[in-house]
Every structure is written in structure tokens, then in C-alpha cells.
């Protein structure tokens, strides 16, 4: 895989997590009172926001910081 892909997927499944989470669950459990929603998504969002983290983290340690001397 090229280098930055990993990151630029992780990046793109943690928006959609947050979109999603913001967008749906939190208006179903709060507007309709379906809590369900939001114990699944938060728990979704939390993992893809751990890998975005990780990856970021990772893609820092192999290029470096920029500005760092």
C-alpha cells in the first residue's frame, strides 16, 4: 500500500463515523428516544477515532515532525 493510505482511509471512516454519530444517532436517541443508536455508534466512532490516532501517530514517526530540528 502506498504510504499515506492507510491514514487518508482512516481519516475518511472517522468523518463518517462522527457524521454519523452526530447526524443520526444523537437525533434518534434524543428526538425518538432510540438510546440504541448512540451505544452502538459511540463504541464505532471510538475505535475508528483510536486507528485515526494510531495512524497519525505512526505516519508523525516515519516522516517526523515538520518545523522539528
Known sequence: MKRGTT???LVIAEAMTLLILVL???PLKHLAGI???TRVMGPVH???FLG???AVTRSAGERGFPGRT
Open 24 to 26: 443520526v444517532a444523537v
Open 46 to 48: 471510538g475505535l475508528a
Open 7 to 9: 491514514l487518508r482511509w
Open 35 to 37: 438510546s440504541e443508536a
Open 52 to 54: 485515526f490516532c494510531w
